[in-house]
């Protein structure tokens, strides 16, 4: 499991964690951990021309004295102060080493400072040139970032919010610039310019090729946007550990998925196994029901009763005989529900439309006594009729962030931007538990105390039709093994992502092929060897 805790959990574990350790113990510890990764990331370090941009504040002395211990072991190390003051003792530290400061606009440091300002002449990689508010950066900074081979972001670390302000943005403009020309980026705690407890980007902010975290992870290194902007982190023990709360955030790992996987026993049969109840498919989308229904098969549900228009009960019947099979009437939709027995969960919505069948369906399952996972087309249904979300047993939604925002009357974009937050105003609103889909999958539990769960096995090579469809019935066939909606979520998450990228081992692949990557992705978990994310 990885956890990651918010800014203030963490900001009140270090203080009670430096009330019982000598004074700048904690951040020896971070800058020896960063200089290490750093210097594992550089070819070599001697002789490396390393850029840290440094803030005002801890981060910036984290980032400082780590380019100290660099510029201890050879490399030429620039620091650039992004404000007139740096942190005293780190400075003080990188210019004993042989290491320079200079200030970014050119204007003096305060004079209460150890690092006054200094020209210095950089060899540039490229131009240096800068237009808009970059050009109010000195020359000498700009050619250094140009020419740097690392550089390290300590601008504003996990106390900033909003976008990046000026020098910083354009200091962030210069390093983006130098990373597309083969410099390496590496962001201290988190990436200036994210929001630490959620990953919202608001602004300029830094793109970094690897993150080096401290005592836990933050939210917003697992939570897109700000999750894409990191890049792979590094996570530095410090000691935090003892003195930190239930995390905000969690993630499931490999060995988690393993331990929670119902897995058979001698005394099974296919009833004791789950049987999952599933609508999906209509005249017009058969091929919702056929890829819902493998999911769910290859899921490891006991039986799945599918109930769909007589289209659809016919292509699946074709695709899996294993499936048991009842065909609606249009005029008594809802009958079918009952006729198709008893069942331990139901999944509905793929492909079902969004006129008075799919209501009629909708409802009939809703007002069943066993847990509901609502997807796609029944998600569209529920915006007009909320109402039908008032029910005893467990509801589990999966949609989009287009689909979100149907049901909340949101804005699609502002749900991308703030996924966190949306995914935790829904369940908290609507009662239920839900996983919103997207560049990061969040999932929200409706009892506030409870930690967000965050998939890490997506993959963009799951944007494709159908897909969602496949993971309704993933989903759903956990839900009727037994397990509870807010982790049948998440570990149908992490399967659907991991059979995704071992099926499309980077090559584009189309929803159908996720069924056959499913035993895949559950053997490369149970199996205990290290999982490869990297495709």
């Known amino acids: 499991m990885r956890n990651a805790h918010t800014v203030a959990d963490v900001r009140a574990a270090e203080q009670a964690l430096m009330a019982n350790v000598p004074d700048g113990l904690l951040m020896q510890r971070a800058a020896a951990g960063l200089a290490a990764i750093c210097g594992t990331l550089l070819d070599q370090v001697y002789g490396a021309r390393v850029v840290v941009l440094a803030g005002s504040g801890d981060n910036g002395g984290d980032a400082l004295f780590a380019g100290a211990r660099l ?160 890049g792979p982190v590094e996570l530095i023990d410090i000691g935090l550990g003892p003195y930190l709360p239930a995390p905000a955030v969690t993630s499931l790992q490999a060995a988690d998925v393993a331990a929670t996987l119902p897995r058979p026993s001698a005394e099974s049969d296919k009833y004791r196994r789950g049987v999952l109840g599933l609508v999906a498919g209509s005249e017009q989308y058969t091929g919702a029901a056929v890829l819902s229904t493998g999911g ?122 703030r996924r966190l937050h949306y995914a935790r105003t829904a369940a908290a609103e609507l009662g239920i538990t839900v996983l919103l889909k997207g560049s990061t999958t969040v999932i929200a539990e409706p009892d506030a105390g409870r930690p967000v769960q965050v998939n890490s096995t997506g993959s963009s090579w799951l944007a494709t039709a159908g897909s969602g469809d496949v993971l309704s019935g993933l989903a759903g066939s956990l839900l009727a093994q037994g397990l509870p909606p807010p982790l049948a979520a998440a570990v149908a998450a992490y399967l659907h992502g991991m059979a995704g990228r071992l099926a499309a081992r980077d090559a584009p692949i189309g929803a159908s092929d996720l069924i056959g990557g499913i035993p895949a992705a559950i053997r490369a978990v149970t199996s205990g060897e290290p999982v490869d994310l990297r495709y």
């Not at 610039?177 to 200036?192: E, K, M, T």
């Not at 005989?321 to 005029?331: N, R």
């Open 71 to 230: 510029a201890g072991r050879g490399a030429s190390v620039i620091a650039i102060a992004a404000g007139r003051r740096l942190h005293e003792a780190a400075t003080a530290e990188l210019l004993a080493r042989g290491g320079r400061v200079i200030a970014a606009t050119g204007r003096s440091l305060d004079a209460s400072d150890s690092a006054p300002a200094e020209s210095v002449g950089v060899p540039s990689r490229g131009s240096a040139g800068a237009g808009g508010a970059e050009s109010a950066i000195a020359a000498q900074a700009a050619s250094a970032i140009a020419a740097a081979d690392l550089v390290i972001d300590g601008l504003t670390g996990i106390g900033g919010h909003g976008g990046l302000r000026e020098p910083a943005a354009s200091l962030a403009g210069l390093t983006e610039r130098a990373r597309r020309n083969g410099a390496l980026v590496i962001a201290v705690d988190l990436p200036s310019g994210i929001d630490g407890d959620t990953g919202e980007v608001q602004g300029a902010a830094i793109q970094a090729d690897v993150t080096v975290t401290f005592g836990t992870l933050k939210p917003g290194l697992l939570i897109d946007p700000g999750a894409e902007r990191a």
């Open 296 to 417: 769910a098969i290859k899921g490891g549900a006991g039986m799945v009763r599918l109930v769909s228009a007589a289209p659809a009960v016919g292509v699946v019947r074709q695709h899996w005989p294993e499936a048991v099979l009842t065909t609606y009437d249009p005029d008594q939709p809802a009958q079918a529900i009952h006729d198709a027995g008893r069942v331990q969960a139901w999944a509905i919505g793929p492909g079902i439309g969004t006129g008075e069948t799919a209501l009629a369906l909708l409802a009939t399952v809703l007002a069943s006594d066993v847990p509901v996972l609502v997807d796609a087309d029944g998600i569209t249904v529920l915006a007009a009729h909320r109402d039908l979300l008032s029910r005893q047993a467990p509801t589990l939604i999966t949609p989009h962030a287009g689909e979100l925002a149907r049901l909340l009357n949101a804005d699609r974009a502002d749900i991308e931007a």
